[in-house]
């Protein structure tokens, strides 16, 4: 067990001499910068972000305070769906942070304060290290007046967040539990000896305040204290010299004064290292709230975005079945390709499922936006289920618990033979945790295996899903997959509608009913000048 040095100093006081007690912490007790524990980061929840393109559209739409601290927070729940009271709390703070501008920019003004906060404990965290511990720090006056400053921006920045949180004028839950907080920390007595430090600080100096504790550890008094370099000089040598105007002597006593420090400037800096601990839970807590406050500002900010391309939002209604019904649906990330300009050139399309009929399975050529349908749909169901508005005309959602992924990426493909197991592998998982209530998106599964044996897994897996009751949807390549399940109880056949003109092949992007006839990858692989023809010629002019 690590002992706790105690220490004490007297002070004097009119009449009276008071004990100031405070404690030495160890570098690895002292002020560790961490945030309220985030939520566990399981696989499937890392395999919906990287599959849907979670962080691509956070920092595009939401747009982060600081992306390098809340972007993978602000991803991970988008894909966590948010149920019963919880929901409903998220949905009515978006709301009121769309719609009251009062509200958005007080709430903005406190997350730039939790972040001030933040960066100054980072930097207090540095200094700690550089000269390891507060031991190196009190070593030179220099040191201890740059850490000086450093604590008096903590507990600045500290109590003008809580300072903040007293403006909210709002009825939604979370805003009002932000206020509470806000004004239990303001009744702490630790607290109100930080805000008393900082306004002496703010009249006096940042080497002129010194906060005194009685014997129980409690802040009862600030005091005030201004040293010159002559005074500082003759505290620490126990004697006064009066210096010349000139002279080495005038400048040795000057620079020792500055070098050394004083028994009243350790003391100080003790003290105001012993208050940010008494207040450190609360610092802490209030620092917490900084990423979440973030991800429901991002809603204000995805709805300005979305209307200066005039493009539709609504907030969906909820059913107890898990049924999933949208209509004029689109994925605004497509908005962050080149071609995209205008809201005419953004694809809308229809979304459904039921119980009885709960699996689509999506065929179509490569490149005709099977992927981006069904990325468009997790998406919308992530907004959704976190209190946003999603990206449609109008939609009606069912319950969901859970959202499930699975996408073959690149670095997947590059595994080899590993990829087939490991793909299997997620698969099953994702079959293991799923209920009636979960959204599954499966894009092209089964890759790593032969034609046949790929067509027969898959046929496996949609029968499997279709007894699972909730909303699937599997894009495939696999067109006779869709020949096979036609008139399988449960399953949809949809498809990505192609426009042939000639030997000219121009993707719609529009999802229909029906199965895709053909892959077109003949006509596609002449048109790019790859037709046995084409092959032949270009090996013979080579030689």
Known sequence: MQKVKTSCFFVFLPNRWVSIFYKHMSKETFIKLESIPEPSRETYLERAVDDLDVRLFVENFLQPHSPEDSLEFMATELVTPKAGEKLLAYQKVVQELIHNTNSRQIVKEFVDRDYNLMSHLEEREEQLEEHNGLGGILAY?????????????????????????????????????????????????????????????????????????????????????????????????????HMGKTGLKEMLTMGLAHALPTNREKMFVRTLEFMIEKNWD??????????????????????????????????????????????????????????????????????????????????????????????????????????????????????????FTHFVHSEDIELGEGSFLDELMRIKEALENATSRSLIIIDEPIRGSSPEDSEEITLWLIKGLVELKAPIFLTTHLHSVANRVDDLEGVRNLQTKIEVDGEEIRPTYKVIEGKSGKSYGVELAQKMGLSEEDILKMIKDKN
């Not at 305040?209 to 003759?234: C, G, L, T």
């Not at 990423?291 to 909820?318: H, I, Q, W």
């Open 282 to 403: 609360s610092i802490q807590t209030m620092l917490g709230y900084r990423k979440t406050m973030d991800f429901f500002l991002g809603a204000p900010r995805f709805v300005e975005t979305m209307d200066s391309y005039e493009l539709p939002l609504t907030f969906p209604e909820f059913t107890e079945d898990s049924t999933l019904n949208i209509e004029g649906l689109y994925n605004p990330s497509l908005l962050l390709q080149a071609h995209i300009r205008e809201k005419e050139d953004l694809v809308v399309n229809e979304v459904k499922s039921k119980p009885d009929e709960n699996v689509a399975v999506i065929t179509g050529p490569n490149n005709t936006g099977k992927s981006i349908f069904v990325k468009g749909i997790g998406l919308a169901c992530g907004l959704g289920f976190n209190g946003f508005p999603i990206p449609a005309e109008k939609a009606g959602l069912g319950k969901i618990d859970r959202l």
């Open 141 to 241: 006056s220099r040191r201890i007046q740059k850490f000086t400053k450093t604590d008096y921006h903590v507990l600045k920045s500290f109590c003008s967040s809580v300072e903040k949180t007293q403006e909210i004028d709002g009825d939604s839950t979370i805003l009002s539990e932000l206020k509470e907080l806000g004004q239990t920390i303001n009744q702490d007595e630790n607290y109100q000896a930080a805000q008393a430090v900082i306004e002496a600080m703010d009249n006096y100096g940042d080497s002129n305040i010194q906060v005194r504790y009685n014997f129980f550890d409690s802040p009862f008094a600030v005091a005030h204290i201004k040293m010159k370099p002559q005074e500082r000089w003759k505290e620490m040598l126990g004697w006064y010299s």
